[in-house]
Each structure stands twice: as C-alpha cells, then as structure tokens.
C-alpha cells in the first residue's frame, strides 16, 4: 500500500538523504590535500576584495618631525560562483517506499561535493605557466615581488618540479574518479612543494 505523501514524510526523507549525502561528504576529509595548496576565507558577500601588506612598517627613533612611510598594498577581487549538482527522486519511489537505489547517488554526491575543491584547485594548477596571478605575472615565475623579514625588497620563486614524491602523488590520486585523473596527471609535474626560494634584491 502506498504511503500518503505530507509534510512529515517529506521532512524524515530529507533528513535521511542529507545525512547519506553529508556521511559521504566527512568521509573524504582526509584524503583531500587542497587545503594545504589553498587558503579557506569565509565569505557572506557576492564578491570579495582581498587585500595585504607587501610592506611592513619599522619604527625609528623619533628626531625632529615625523616621517611617513609609503604603504605598498597589494589585492585582488574574487567573485563567488554558484554550483550545483541536483537529484530527482520520483514521486512513485517515495509513495511506494523503494528509495534504496537512491542511497549511492547520494553517496556519490556527497564525495563529488567534497572532491570539487580539489578539481578546482588543481586545474588552477595545471594553468599556473599560462595565467596570470595577482602581481600580473604566471603562478609560476622566478621575481614575484616580496618584502623580506628584513624589510628589504625581495623576490619569490615559485616554480615547478618534473616529479612529486610518491608518497603525495598516490594522496592526489587515491580521492579522483577516473575520469578525474586526466586533470590531477597534468598538475602533478606542475606543483612545488620546496618552491620558497627568496632572493634580496640589491
């Protein structure tokens, strides 16, 4: 006999599919790395403006009148993007209590949503010798301009390694589907992990 479909069913179904979808999301934590690559910043806005010191202030013995220091101040704007990826389920499926199939594509979802960070970020990756970063110059470049500890003007090499070790090769790889691989195979020969390389400039 088929069950009445009304508020209650409804809100313990949603409640079933969300915790299906989140326990798969969890589940993936630990085998994603984009965080380490990647920095979170909470944002309530449409668009965000982020911006930094790339010179820090020094104090002085104070003599005479004041001396203003020019403040170097570097910046970009990110504008958020909506995605989405949506599963129907079927009136008669609930009406006639047969919702077991949809449990893996919940699965499924739940890892996809957790993995699409990471595609994102490595396909950034892959494109770091052919686009341009905040500094007008590709991701991997040998003079991004810094400020050293010193306070001196320097540079920052980031450029990038033909291997990866196997130990975090088989990290970027163990979380991808196949069809994930392609996208992750043509980053690795393109991230750094010893790319801190400063030089002060004279």
Same mark, same amino acid.
């Not at 090769?169 to 196949?178: G, M, R």
């Given at each position: 006999m088929a069950i009445i479909i009304?508020?209650?069913?409804?809100? !313990?179904?949603?409640?079933?599919?969300?915790?299906? /979808?989140?326990?798969? =999301?969890?589940?993936?934590? %630990?085998?994603?790395?984009?965080?380490?690559? !990647?920095?979170?910043?909470?944002?309530?806005?449409?668009?965000?403006?982020?911006?930094?010191?790339?010179?820090?202030?020094?104090?002085?013995?104070? !003599?005479?009148?004041?001396?203003?220091?020019?403040?170097?101040?570097?910046?970009?704007?990110?504008?958020?993007?909506?995605?989405?990826?949506?599963?129907?389920?079927?009136?008669?499926?609930?009406?006639?209590?047969?919702?077991?199939?949809?449990?893996?594509l919940l699965e499924m979802q739940?890892?996809?949503?957790? %993995?699409?960070?990471?595609?994102?970020?490595?396909?950034?990756?892959?494109?770091?010798?052919?686009?341009?970063?905040?500094?007008?110059? =590709?991701?991997?470049?040998?003079?991004?301009?810094?400020?050293?500890?010193?306070?001196? %003007?320097?540079?920052?090499?980031?450029?990038?390694?033909?291997?990866?070790?196997?130990?975090?090769?088989?990290?970027? =790889?163990?979380? /991808?589907? %196949?069809?994930?691989v392609r996208v992750v195979e043509?980053?690795?020969?393109?991230?750094? =992990?010893?790319?801190?390389?400063?030089?002060?400039?004279?």
């Amino acid at each position: 006999m088929a069950i009445i479909i009304n508020k209650s069913v409804l809100s !313990a179904l949603w409640v079933t599919l969300s915790s299906t /979808f989140s326990k798969a =999301f969890s589940s993936m934590g %630990e085998k994603l790395v984009w965080k380490q690559i !990647a920095m979170v910043v909470k944002s309530t806005a449409r668009e965000n403006n982020y911006s930094w010191l790339g010179k820090f202030l020094k104090f002085r013995k104070w !003599a005479g009148e004041r001396v203003y220091q020019a403040l170097l101040q570097s910046n970009y704007k990110i504008v958020n993007e909506k995605w989405e990826c949506s599963i129907e389920v079927s009136r008669d499926d609930i009406e006639d209590e047969q919702l077991g199939t949809y449990m893996p594509l919940l699965e499924m979802q739940g890892q996809a949503a957790a %993995e699409h960070p990471e595609e994102l970020c490595l396909t950034l990756l892959k494109s770091g010798n052919t686009e341009l970063c905040y500094d007008g110059q =590709f991701f991997f470049d040998t003079d991004h301009p810094i400020i050293l500890a010193d306070g001196t %003007e320097g540079v920052y090499a980031a450029t990038a390694l033909e291997g990866m070790p196997a130990d975090i090769a088989k990290k970027y =790889f163990e979380p /991808f589907s %196949e069809d994930k691989v392609r996208v992750v195979e043509e980053a690795r020969n393109l991230i750094s =992990f010893k790319h801190l390389n400063l030089v002060a400039t004279a």
